[in-house]
């Protein structure tokens, strides 16, 4: 083990695990490149925004085909469609775009990260193993837009929230102001952190309460009043923008406790790659995916119910905040309770079979591993000051010994597998996965037919039980009706001679087959996991 703190403590291997990070996630972003579902939404807000429609989603409907409609994206907060905006604009590439986009979160992420650690005194050679374990970390937030950004910049805000609590000479007006911009932008990608913008600002008030430091609390206080001000003007853009302040789609408003069964084991999923595991385990034992699947929650659940005993008993112990270290577990902590107490709320208030899925799934919050994204990413560091923090003596527990022998074999297991993964699956600079739903060979067929007819001088309507195909549509300029069900619920007309395509997914093929018979929209073609329909409107 000496050797490997010797190799690894090294400047120079340091900064090659830092590029070697940036690079394994890079190449987990260019495998897992899908611009679908929500990412495609938020970019094509962007979009909008460039050819001067504003922060817009277009479509048009049932009972007008021939009219486009632009109306207000009001799904998610702006900060992702105005991040993609001046790129677009650039390059006038939507993917492009998402691409750029996605390196520059990669890479300000590992630079937050490196920094973070060495403010909270890790050695140099656990902090170059842990920028390696990150890089290779894969999960459900690749491919999507703002989670991975969002946990970026909430790491930022801890470091520089650690930088000024050390810092005696900062000046607490102009720091503060900084802080609170910096904290309240992680708000301006996902809704779900509202609650969590004030955590940093309040504890520093309490930090500089009880160390009887006024200049912590003059700080946190203008970091509050600055998180004040930005979060009462995204909302109220919002509002006046979309017609509400946030969007929380509600399904049903009762109570549905057996949601809370279904929480992703998210402490287990932040030391390994838990789909991996879980499958190999259970071809080792004949046992289901599902019933490991189920196993790892309740060890979850166990775990949990440790965590939140050590984190009271930390906080009752160390409630004065003396040093980085109390204010980074602290912030970290309240960080989590509020994470998952805004997922449960939610997932016991709204029904798990919900109308916004088109896609017949059910859903809940608490399910949706890339929620706790931040968590999975702190966790681990915590585990390595746990058995590395500077300053030990050299007798270790044998407890520490083998944590310390465990860390090393997940972190190399790790990034040795996503290195072998990506190896057999490489593809050449520029190229990226494919798509989920819109594969090559279905994006093959839709060109050669949207051509077709358009020779045949009638304009293209695509509609699906997925809202990608909608705005797959309206990104290759042909129009789009959003939600199916207006083909149930109105009768059809279009201006111009126009062809309908929908395009159905397998599973949700029965539930749609009476409404396409009863509009008599033929069957085109099966490909991929879509069946293609037709309907000339003259």
Known sequence: ????????????????????????????????????????????????????????????????????????????????????????????????????????????????????????????????????????????????????????????????????????????????????????????????????????????????????????????????????????????????YTGQASYIFLSGRRFYPENLLEFYPFITASFVDINFVLLQLGKLSGASYMTMFESARILDFLLLAILMVMFLKFVIKRFALQDSWDVFITVTGVLGILICGTLSYLSLTNDPASTLFTDGLSWTFVAEPRFFLLLMIVLPLIAAHYLFKSGDSRSTSSFKKAGRGLFYCLVFFQVLHTGYFLAKRFYPLGLTGDNVLITSPVKSYLEQKIQKMKETGADVVMTSNNETVSNWATLNGEKGILNIEELNSFGLSAKRPTVLLVLIEDQMLPQYRAMLDQKNIRFEKRIGKLSVFSLKID
């Open 1 to 240: 083990m000496t050797s490997l703190k010797r190799i690894f403590g090294r400047k120079d291997v340091y900064y090659a695990c830092f590029v070697l990070a940036i690079l394994l996630k890079l190449g987990l972003y260019l495998h897992f490149f899908q611009l679908e579902g929500d990412k495609l939404f938020q970019a094509i807000g962007g979009k909008n925004l460039v050819e001067g429609n504003g922060l817009t989603f277009e479509q048009v409907h049932a009972w007008d085909l021939s009219t486009s409609v632009f109306q207000p994206l009001d799904r998610w907060p702006p900060g992702f469609s105005l991040l993609l905006a001046p790129f677009y604009a650039l390059t006038h590439n939507v993917e492009i775009s998402c691409l750029v986009i996605d390196f520059i979160s990669i890479v300000f992420f590992f630079v937050v990260l490196g920094k973070l650690l060495h403010k909270i005194n890790l050695p140099v050679f656990v902090i170059s193993l842990l920028l390696l374990y990150n890089g290779a970390v894969m999960g459900a937030f690749i491919s999507k837009p703002t989670d991975f950004p969002a946990a970026a910049l909430i790491l930022y805000t801890l470091y520089l929230t650690l930088t000024f609590t050390e810092n005696t000479g900062a000046k607490p007006l102009r720091f503060g102001i900084v802080l609170g911009l910096v904290n309240s932008l992680p708000l301006l990608l996902r809704y779900m952190y509202l609650p969590c913008v004030f955590v940093v600002p309040l504890i520093l008030i309490w930090a500089g309460y009880t160390r009887k430091e006024k200049r912590i609390s003059s700080g946190g206080l203008t970091a509050l009043v600055t998180t004040c001000v930005i979060t009462i003007a995204v909302l109220f853009f919002q509002k006046t």
